[in-house]
């Protein structure tokens, strides 16, 4: 077997950069490339191996443009490659966390994650128009650990890309595992942070973990980020959405209207969604001026085909009157609270929504 995966390893990558740096694992660095054509071997590689040894191998790969560590290109590789193997989204400990663990001695960092589900509905007859992936930590009691407390941590320590591909991961396996179980296709987003998302290799990790959910199309997942401040973030930003978009990632700008109304960004970035930020829907049914500013990014929605979501709509009042300023999509504790997997499923998958 060993033998064989040489063997096809130096058949598709060419013999010079291949290492075996463990019994059973090998390293292959393919340099001097466009991402297109190390995509596409990496999935010869896959195809081939996994048809002759199904369940038996694990394969993590990544990508970076320019200057680059290799060290730690391997290191994200096989980060990657280990949550192949993720079995349980219960809070069974994963290899990811261990790592997390072993490498970074906090609280925060030996908590489980798990994936919780909000819907966002249609408001115009209650029925399900998505969801949102929002994580919880799982600490050793068994206690749900809120986003708000480790969040800003793994964002400062650099763990934060972890975490989101991590995510990204459990929601995908979720959602393939409610196809299989003849559930409707629920479209979710997943928060990203910028972090993540201005990490060059982010985009080939994220394609990498798709290609093991090849029966989940792209467009079921959306990406959310929230608002940057700073051109030069923005223009950086814009060609990072064009390049994701590119490989069907869609974004959604989430928290739009919270702290200063970014319009520029709004403007000049492509955005499939826009998530009204709740200090926005908040005084809704009182205050003309936020009235009149929904109403016309409703309007701006509507006339560049994206859709406009409401955030935080706890109140049937706050609901009227967002659908009389046109919008139509909403999430919040009014429809449902972030639910585990297993709860969204029965209330709103099995229902046939
Ligand atoms: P967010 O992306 O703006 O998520 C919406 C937050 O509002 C969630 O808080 C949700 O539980 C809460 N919420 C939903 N409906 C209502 C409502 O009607 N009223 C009120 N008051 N709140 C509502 P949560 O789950 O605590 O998440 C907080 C933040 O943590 C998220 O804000 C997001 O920025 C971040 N986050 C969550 N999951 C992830 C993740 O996987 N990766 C990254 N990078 N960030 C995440
Ligand atoms: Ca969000
Ligand atoms: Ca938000």
Redesign the pocket.
């Known amino acids: 077997m060993l033998q064989h995966i040489a063997k096809t390893l130096g058949d598709v990558f060419g013999k010079s950069f291949i290492f075996r740096t463990w019994d059973a694992e090998f390293v292959v660095l393919f340099p001097n490339t466009i991402l297109e054509v190390f995509m596409g071997r990496c999935t010869r590689v896959r195809t081939s191996l996994q048809r002759r040894y199904p369940k038996q191998i694990r394969i993590g790969y990544t990508w970076a443009d320019g200057v680059f560590s290799a060290r730690n290109l391997v290191r994200e590789a096989q980060s990657i490659m280990r949550c192949e193997n993720v079995q349980d989204l219960s809070g069974e400990r994963t290899a990811f966390l261990e790592e997390h663990a072993m490498h970074r001695d906090t609280p925060e960092a030996r908590q489980t994650?798990v994936?919780?589900f909000?819907p966002k509905v249609d408001m115009r007859d209650g029925s399900l128009a998505g969801a949102?992936?929002?994580?919880?930590g799982i600490d050793s009691m068994g206690n749900i650990i809120?986003?708000?407390q480790f969040?800003e941590t793994?964002?400062k320590n650099g763990s934060?890309r972890e975490?989101?591909l991590y995510?990204l991961e459990s929601v995908l396996k979720q959602l393939s595992q409610w196809k299989s179980q003849g559930l409707p296709a629920v479209r979710v987003s997943?928060?990203?942070?910028r972090f993540?998302l201005f990490n060059p290799t982010s985009l080939a990790s994220i394609l990498a973990i798709q290609s093991h959910y090849p029966e989940i199309p792209a467009e079921q997942i959306e990406l959310?980020i929230?608002e940057t401040a700073g051109d030069m973030e923005k223009a950086t930003l814009a060609s990072i959405v064009d390049n994701f978009r590119e490989f069907g990632i869609e974004f959604d700008l989430?928290?739009f209207g919270s702290r200063y109304a970014n319009i520029s960004m709004f403007s000049s970035i492509r955005f499939n969604t826009i998530?009204l930020?709740?200090s926005l829907v908040n005084d809704l049914p009182d205050n003309e001026i936020s009235r009149m500013l929904v109403e016309n990014i409703v309007t701006i929605c509507k006339n560049f085909g994206m859709r406009c979501v409401a955030?935080?709509?706890?109140t049937r009042l706050q609901e009227a009157a967002l659908l009389k300023a046109g919008c139509i999509y909403a999430?919040?504790?009014?429809y449902s609270?972030?639910l585990p997997p297993g709860k969204f499923e029965k209330e709103f998958l099995q229902k046939g929504n």
């Open positions: 994650f994936a919780y909000q949102e992936a929002l994580v919880r809120p986003p708000g969040i793994l964002e934060i975490l989101d995510m997943v928060n990203i942070s993540t959310e929230t989430d928290d998530k930020d709740r955030e935080g709509v706890e999430q919040g504790y009014y609270k972030p």
